[in-house]
């Protein structure tokens, strides 16, 4: 019988097991501790340069298969993270920051004032989020690549990004591999849209929002094998539909070495504890080790 060790590594992220908590689901840790400290990573709120307030009202819509947000990354900005720090530092597991920045230079200045915590054990850089306003950098790969290589001088510590459909898949992950990013997060909520045919209007009052659940997840699951066949050695985190434990197996068959639970976790705070069971169940009953089911569908 193989060690059935949940332990695995995004690049130098080592994390005990492969299920994550994804940015925005579960705040700072103010709640729900118990379950996220059995989680391999919690990836917190994303944090911009200043306090954000998110957008006008309504900015969600529920659906049988999905849920579709506009809640505009609301945020108490990099400065005032600082309050919520009696929160994050109760998590006991991986901590990881999320952030995003509308200019260049913001984004060298929120990682600074991170570093200055000295709380969290990596960072994830979030150039995804359908529901703001993107800088010129969101249109020029080479800014972002400069971006790039500025932040990973930086910091010693794993540097993730998370990427959308909405990216340019390929271009990004090579920029990554080239200036040792530690993985790539992939992928957030797709662009989207909901139209109520009794008010004739839009449902969100910002028209677009980020669409995520169920539905998504044979799209995600795409982009995944695409990706691993083509960039064999880079480190994938899988976001996107997982509502089921058996969801984080079939990622990981396809490459991904972890996962982040992104909506589910609002109709069930439980999942992650279900998925990290379900998982060594799995491999102990294929009688397996986590490192041999990565990628093991070619």
């Keep these: 019988m193989p060690n059935t ?6 690049g130098k992220l080592s994390i005990e097991n492969p299920i994550m908590v994804a940015s925005g689901v579960c705040g700072f ?62 998590i006991k597991t991986k901590k990881i920051a999320s ?38 950098w969101f249109y020029d790969i080479k800014i972002l690549e400069q971006i790039f290589k500025k932040l990973r001088k930086m910091t010693k510590k794993p540097l993730i990004a998370k990427i959308s459909i909405e990216n340019d898949i390929k271009k990004i992950i090579k920029i990554l591999k ?27 009052a910002t028209v677009y929002g980020g669409y995520s659940g169920a539905a998504i997840k044979p799209l995600v699951q795409r982009y995944i094998y695409d990706v691993k066949k083509e960039f064999g050695d880079i480190d994938i985190i899988a976001t996107g539909g997982i509502m089921n434990p058996s969801d984080v197996v079939e990622y990981i068959l396809l490459g991904a070495k ?5 909506s589910a976790y609002f109709r069930n705070p439980q999942l992650p504890v279900e998925c990290i069971k379900f998982l060594n169940n799995y491999l102990k009953e294929k009688n397996l080790k986590l490192t041999e089911l990565i990628g093991m569908l070619k």
Excluded: H
Aim: include cysteine.
């Design 5 to 10: 060790s949940l332990k695995i590594s995004v």
């Design 258 to 262: 972890a996962v982040q639970i992104g």
């Design 29 to 90: 840790g103010e709640e729900n501790r118990e379950v996220l400290n059995k989680c391999g990573a919690v990836v917190f709120k994303t944090l911009t340069l200043y306090p954000k307030k998110g957008n006008p009202p309504p900015r969600v819509v529920d659906f049988p298969y999905g849920m579709l947000n506009s809640i505009g990354l609301e945020n108490p900005g990099v400065k005032g993270v600082k309050e919520k720090l009696k929160y994050i530092k109760k």
């Design 178 to 204: 080239d200036n040792n990013f530690d993985g790539v997060c992939m992928l957030n909520t797709f662009r989207a849209i909901a139209v109520d045919y009794k008010k004739i209007s839009f449902k969100l």
């Design 99 to 136: 952030f995003l920045a509308e200019e260049e230079k913001d984004f060298f200045y929120i990682l600074e004032e991170l570093e200055k915590l000295e709380v969290f054990d990596g960072y994830e850089i979030n150039l995804s989020c359908p529901n703001v306003e993107k800088g010129r």
